[in-house]
């Protein structure tokens, strides 16, 4: 076997050194019933690495990827450039197969870059700190809102019905259990504010989003000043991190708690994960956020270098007191995040983001002037809410079958929305869509509608 | 020689953070000029710029393989940190999870074009059920504690299934891994330590102590974080069972007996599974991880959105809590998990087969019972009689040295090992938990056990020379983590 160094000769000479007869001594303490004494029949034996290529290159020849057909796929996930040299860096021995940096005398490759990433997510969202990543944007919010009702000693959440519905969800799941109520606002295109209408002083948080899930941004000031006014904390939450190279960021706009995905800068669509969760907030609650940090601090010599920090927050030290349970977090996507981000720069990012809104715009042009559609987004970075007039499940699934990966139907992430939001289609675009995929998209439409 | 007028030591470069030489007006990626000036941003346009600078693409890479080189790897050497199973990552892995067919598809296509996808979530489903004997698995957790967080969920959403809403009182071993209480307290439970024998095992005469008709569930980790199996482990399920509540396996430790035990048969209710432990996906700096968690007979209808399930016209994607997941417990994650983590921990699973993972468990124990035997004369095995996957040593040959745990972990960067896990499990004195894995040759075993030998004999016979201010090689010294935390600069400024 390929992967195990050990020869037969290698065992038996071990257990002689050890005393033992035979590795079975090793296994005595499992009950009888529950022994393997054999390989398990129903699964293969073992294969040539050509085989398992073979395999499962077989499996993803079945799948339609985004780069091979003209696709406007977005809702959380968006399909950008990265540079070759980004997955070439996380592709090296040293960081791809490190462990999270405990022993920081042999780990300052991966303590200096969390420190980057940490500085560039603070600037990029205009917050004051950031923590070195969380598994992907939804877990980041239900973390924010646990913080958020455990920073203001409430348990009332109140959802704006522009966040990601799956977003939603994952901080139901946690919030249910600990005794926190979640109040989840109808679906609305453009009605962050709605969320005022429910202050009280027993609400913890509001959460609203910018750029929303329907692709609609507006300025949250006024929403961030009425909830602090009442004592609860604002979670501002995005998906698509590019739109902070040209719109105004959830920071600058009075968020106290900032989180979201931040798979476009450096990482692939990957089906969902994995992706990497951004988190950042006021200097004042540092104390009371999850995850890993990373701290500037001084070795024996005076010279610069970086450790772990806070951990008397973290579950290793603190166990059921812990802020959070999370411990593996996504170290390999953040360092994509930072390589491509430091490519990038905020010139390049700023040039990015502008070709991407050049494309949505591309593409809001080219949907209204289709009989019986209509843009419901009226300011937008990248993705736009169209308005068909059919169930949008069903046009994206005849725009599949003509080729075309047209979007995602509102209803995917709400089955049990409005009739209205039934027929509502999302629509994203970056800077690798082309003129010609947006006339294909078009020209597909018109056809199934 | 002391220092030199650039700030490199030959080989290792100097490392300046990237804020303090990238540029604000440069980048290293040329983006298409824009055509069509048309906005429809409102009011929202960026009123200050993020002061991001950027490298040229020469000078990023440079400036993360520079970075690279400071870092400890698998790739490198012996990485023996017990408890978190650093094993060779086959690189055949990280291509197929880059297939165009996985890497470049959107998890909200229709599910007629990621046919292959799904087969791939289910055809992963039957190997993680079938190495277990559990029913279901839910395979979206995003990392091991996610995958506690799952189990516990699903006892919970039991629990309040059958009317037992009281049950809100969790057992945990001492010796446990702390994301376990975390977890606990996370899906609202309160927690209940139990104690550990003098053999190292959970303390059943405790555990039974504390059963009642508030408890909820046990969580045993299994081997456990000594590294030893627990000979009791279907009494303890038999009897949270007979009491009314659910027994959580907390897999972390799989690795030791993967192909070897059935799960199932030990009464296992829950059990997540480190895709990036036992089936080697890349630990990646601290992730990203996968944790899928096999759930039992009682526990499966209540497991999370999404599932695949196979039908006549194909794979079909499950994604809200209605038909066939009527009872899920809700939806812990945007999408359908790691996929990444699942194309690699497949392709690992299929290298191996049946057969091969049989062997990783043999060779994996056996390597640590090699290191165990090898070094019991010169240091202190915290238990008596052979271990699982790691060898766990106290501190006590270390007593009247003035050598420390810590110092003694440093002193192995200087021989070139990675340290092994220091002070944990919190249940023995200055613990040092050893875990080779089994994709260590004899040969590198050999020459790690002559380094520790070596080191304990120095500690032993008072020559600290190798301890003091130790560790004198690496790229770094001694680093200051007290000021760190009490003055916490978490960003450039």
């Known amino acids: ?449 | 020689m002391e220092n030199t007028t650039s700030g490199a030591k030959g080989l290792l470069q100097k490392t300046e953070l990237l804020f303090e030489y990238g540029r604000l007006d440069v980048s290293g990626v040329d983006v298409a000029p824009i055509a069509n000036p048309q906005v429809r941003l409102g009011n929202m346009k960026r009123q200050q710029n993020p002061q991001l600078p950027g490298l040229t693409e020469p000078e990023a890479v440079r400036h993360y393989v520079r970075l690279s080189q400071r870092n400890y790897a698998i790739d490198l050497g012996m990485f023996p940190l017990g408890s978190c199973t650093m094993k060779h990552n086959p690189r055949l892995n990280e291509a197929m999870a880059r297939l165009a067919g996985f890497a470049d598809i959107h998890p909200l296509q229709p599910q007629s074009t990621v046919q292959g996808a799904l087969e791939l979530m289910h055809e992963l489903s039957f190997w993680l059920t079938t190495l277990t004997g559990m029913q279901a698995v839910a395979l979206s957790p995003k990392a091991g504690a996610h995958g506690e967080q799952c189990g516990m969920l699903a006892i919970r959403a039991a629990l309040d299934a059958n009317g037992q809403q009281h049950r809100r009182r969790v057992l945990v071993p001492k010796s446990a891994h702390g994301t376990n209480p975390a977890t606990a307290a996370q899906c609202g439970f309160s927690v209940d330590e139990i104690g550990q024998t003098a053999n190292g095992r959970v303390d059943f005469a405790d555990f039974y102590a504390k059963l009642g008709d508030d408890v909820a569930a046990v969580m045993i980790t299994n081997p456990n974080t000594c590294g030893l199996f627990e000979p009791q482990i279907k009494e303890i399920a038999d009897a949270i069972h007979a009491a009314g509540g659910y027994f959580y396996c907390d897999g972390a430790n799989f690795n030791a007996i993967v192909g070897k035990v059935k799960i199932a048969e030990l009464g296992v209710d829950a059990m997540h599974i480190n895709l990036h432990k036992t089936f080697s996906t890349p630990h990646g700096g601290g992730g990203p991880g996968s944790g899928p968690t096999v759930l039992s007979a009682a526990l499966a209808p209540f497991a999370p959105v999404p599932l695949v399930v196979k039908t006549a016209n194909g794979f079909e994607l499950v994604e809200n809590a209605s038909g066939e997941a009527e009872q899920a417990f809700g939806r812990m994650v945007a999408f359908h998990g790691q996929m990444g983590m699942y194309v690699r921990a497949l392709a690992y699973m299929l290298s191996h087969g049946s057969d091969g993972l049989k062997q990783v468990a043999e060779d994996a124990v056996l390597n640590a019972n090699y290191i165990l035997a090898s070094l019991k004369d010169v240091m202190s095995p915290a238990f008596e009689g052979y271990c699982m996957h790691e060898a766990l040593f106290d501190d006590s040959f270390l007593e009247g040295t003035g050598v420390t745990t810590l110092d003694f972990a440093k002193a192995m960067i200087d021989e070139g090992f990675h340290p092994m896990t220091m002070y944990f499990p919190l249940v023995v004195h200055g613990a040092m938990l050893i875990e080779p894995t089994e994709t260590e040759s004899k040969n590198t075993l050999d020459g790690f056990i002559a380094s520790m030998r070596a080191l304990a004999v120095a500690a032993k016979s008072n020559d600290i020379s190798k301890f003091d201010h130790a560790p004198h090689l690496a790229p770094s010294k001694r680093l200051d983590e007290v000021m760190a935390a009490r003055k916490p600069v978490l960003k450039y400024v």
């Open chain 1, 1 to 449: 076997m390929r992967y195990l160094p050990l020869s037969d000769e290698n065992r038996q000479s071990m257990l002689g050194t050890i005393g033992a007869k035979s590795v079975d001594d090793f296994f005595t303490d499992i009950p009888i019933f529950a022994r393997l004494n054999a390989p398990i029949a129903e699964l293969p034996g073992h294969k040539t690495e050509l085989e398992v290529s073979r395999h499962l290159s077989a499996m993803a020849a079945k799948n339609v990827a985004a780069g091979t057909v003209p696709f406007f796929c977005g809702a959380g996930a968006y399909r950008h450039h990265v540079p070759a040299s980004v997955d070439h860096i996380i592709q090296r021995s040293e960081f791809l197969t490190t462990y999270t940096p405990y022993q920081p005398e042999i780990a300052q490759g991966t303590l200096q870059t969390l420190f980057e990433f940490q500085t560039q997510v603070a600037r990029l969202l205009d917050c004051e700190v950031a923590n070195a990543s969380m598994y992907d944007g939804s877990t980041a919010c239900a973390e924010a809102v646990v913080m958020a009702a455990r920073v203001t000693k409430r348990n009332k959440i109140i959802i704006s019905g522009g966040v990601h519905p799956h977003y939603a969800a994952a901080a139901q799941v946690l919030a249910q259990n600990i005794g926190l109520e979640i109040v989840m606002l109808d679906a609305a295109i453009d009605d962050e504010k709605a969320v005022i209408a429910h202050l009280a002083s027993d609400i913890a948080c509001v959460v609203i989003s910018c750029p929303n899930v329907f692709g609609t941004i507006s300025d949250l000031s006024d929403i961030s000043r009425a909830a602090q006014a009442q004592g609860a904390l604002v979670v501002g939450v995005f998906t698509e991190v590019t739109a902070f190279g040209l719109i105004q960021p959830l920071g600058a706009m009075g968020c106290d708690i900032v989180v979201g995905e931040g798979q476009s800068i450096g990482n692939a669509l990957n089906f969902g994960g994995p992706y990497v969760g951004l988190f950042a907030t006021r200097e004042k609650y540092m104390r009371q956020m999850p995850g890993r940090l990373a701290g500037e601090t001084v070795d024996l010599d005076g010279n610069r270098g970086f450790v772990l920090t806070l951990s008397t927050r973290e579950q290793h030290i603190r166990r059921e007191k812990a802020t959070s349970n999370i411990c593996t977090n996504s170290g390999l996507c953040a360092l994509a995040f930072t390589v491509h981000l430091s490519l990038l720069g905020q010139k390049g990012l700023g040039q990015v983001a502008a070709k991407c809104h050049e494309m949505a715009v591309e593409v809001a042009q080219a949907l209204e002037s289709i009989d019986g559609v209509t843009v419901l987004t009226e300011a937008f970075f990248n993705e736009i809410a169209v308005s068909l007039p059919k169930p949008a499940a069903q046009a994206v699934d005849e725009l599949a079958a003509k080729g075309v990966l047209g979007g995602v139907p509102y209803s995917r992430l709400d089955p049990n929305c409005s009739a209205q939001m039934q027929n509502v289609l999302l629509v994203a675009a970056t800077e690798t869509n082309t003129k010609a995929d947006i006339e294909a998209l078009a020209t597909a439409l018109k056809e199934v509608l």
